[in-house]
């Protein structure tokens, strides 16, 4: 079928036409690329396509110097143009796992400091956009540990390689499949963080005492 993409005047805070804000319209792109690639039809699937709709608008805003990421987490929110300076989101989509909790507060009966998996139903009223937070957050995850050109590979390659309406579990599966073919390292896919660079451990000086 042939795409259609929908854009509305926003009434919330501004009287906007969201087709000016960058962010919608990347946003709504990329359900372009999920849908054709992925079976959005279970319900944690269509949660991921508003995580990677999110992900992919805020990784190319920050990459053109359109949207900056200030240092430190929870600073990046998506739809600010929209809604103002809280954005249409619960936490910023830099929000890591099990920190910051000031900057990433709780939401519904999720906890702060950063959505994961465990809150899956719990992110506010638990809509598509709510638990979208969750698998969101977690690919900018990658792209901080991994840095962009890998992540954007592995997690476009995952979407490709992805069982028939993947779970948020099946879809990290392709992912990992998608990592190990293209030879980036596993195990950072799976701390979410980069490798620690080796340190050099200074040997002790040690006096020998000989006996005459």
């Known amino acids: 079928q042939s795409p259609r993409m929908q854009m509305f005047l926003w009434n919330a805070f501004h009287d906007v036409d969201s087709s000016a804000d960058a962010e919608i319209v990347y946003h709504e792109y990329t359900h372009g690329l999920s849908g054709r690639l992925v079976n959005l ?66 939401s519904g009966s999720a906890g702060s400091g950063g959505f994961t998996y465990g809150d899956l139903g719990k992110v ?58 293209n030879n980036v390292n596993l195990s950072t896919v799976w701390s979410g963080r980069p490798p620690r660079a080796p340190t050099l451990r200074r040997r002790r000086r040690t006096s020998r005492c000989r006996r005459h």
């Open 41 to 106: 039809s279970s319900v944690q699937a269509g949660a991921m396509g508003e995580g990677w709709s999110d992900f992919y608008a805020l990784d190319l805003l920050v990459h053109e110097g359109t949207k900056t990421d200030p240092a430190g987490p929870g600073n990046l929110r998506f739809g600010q143009y929209v809604y103002g300076s809280q954005g249409l989101r619960e936490q910023a989509i830099d929000c890591p796992r099990f920190g910051a909790d000031a900057q990433c507060p709780a």
């Open 124 to 181: 506010d009223d638990n809509g598509v956009h709510d638990n979208g937070e969750i698998w969101g957050q977690t690919m900018w995850d990658l792209r901080t540990a991994l840095g962009r050109n890998d992540a954007l590979k592995i997690i476009t390659g995952g979407m490709r390689l992805s069982p028939s309406s993947p779970s948020m579990l099946t879809m990290r599966d392709a992912i990992l499949q998608s990592a190990r073919v």
